[in-house]
């Protein structure tokens, strides 16, 4: 099976840097997502990892180490649109090629 | 493109009724899936489909859940009879059969919010 954990709520304020982090168990591990979910909206692609270290993506970034099954996403310069959930997401290889995610992190931008 | 795309947005029931859920995936998108999310389990992967076979149900979470994908530009997730537990947001999303990566992802509907009184 599949396990994947993150922190259920963070504050942060504007203009500053957060790092959200998720850590996960699975067989056939095919990637690491990070998916943004704004309040009643449907979840929007952010970033993938399937190798050690850094993706960079403007003020987003992810980072992924295999052998601890740890990833984070790094938001800098953080604006009042970025109040969302960010959802942590394995992809699982075998027949199904499928995408199981963790519960979601909600984030509060303060001014 | 459209996106995918669900109806009804939003569907307040009663217990013991009939629900169907619609989902128009993305043109070219061969992979279908569906997912509730609640805020104690997050999102769930109830069932996916590749080229409009169902190939992994595990999720689906009892009798009274089914889907269906009779053509490649449609499919129908129904819960018959309804109960208040099965009060959720039920989002469809696609992509392109395969591996995935970084090219491939899912693309999600605007989701159906279900209450079930």
């Known amino acids: 099976g599949q396990n994947i954990d993150q922190p259920t709520e963070m504050t942060a304020t504007e203009g500053a840097i957060v790092q959200i982090n998720c850590t996960y168990q699975?067989?056939?591990?095919?990637?690491l997502f990070w998916y943004q979910q704004h309040a009643g909206e449907a979840p929007t692609f952010l970033s993938y990892?399937?190798?050690?270290g850094l993706e960079e993506k403007g003020r987003f970034s992810s980072f992924l180490s295999r052998s601890k099954g740890y990833s984070y996403l790094l938001l800098k310069e953080l604006q009042m649109k970025d109040s969302a959930s960010y959802l942590c997401?394995?992809?699982?290889?075998?027949?199904?090629?499928?995408?199981?995610f963790g519960t979601g992190t909600l984030l509060a931008v303060q001014p | 493109d459209a996106g995918v795309i669900q109806s009804p947005r939003h569907e307040v029931t009663e217990m013991g009724q009939e629900v169907t859920l619609r989902c128009k995936p993305i043109?070219?998108?061969?992979?279908l899936f569906w997912y509730r999310q609640t805020m104690m389990r997050g999102l769930e992967l109830l069932i996916y489909?590749?080229?409009?076979?169902?190939?992994?149900d595990s999720g689906m979470p009892e009798d009274r859940f089914s889907a269906k994908m009779p053509n490649a530009s449609f499919s129908t997730l129904k819960i018959q009879p309804s109960e208040p537990r099965d009060s959720a947001v039920y989002f469809c999303?696609?992509?392109?059969?395969?591996?995935?990566?970084?090219?491939?992802?899912?693309?999600f509907g605007a989701g159906s919010r279900l209450t079930v009184l």
């Open positions: 999303a696609s992509r392109v059969a395969g591996a995935l990566s970084g090219a491939n992802v899912l693309t």
């Open positions: 043109s070219g998108h061969n992979s």
């Open positions: 997401a394995v992809g699982v290889r075998g027949a199904t090629n499928k995408l199981i």
């Open positions: 699975t067989s056939g591990f095919n990637g």
């Open positions: 990892n399937v190798l050690d």
């Open positions: 489909f590749n080229n409009n076979v169902p190939i992994d």
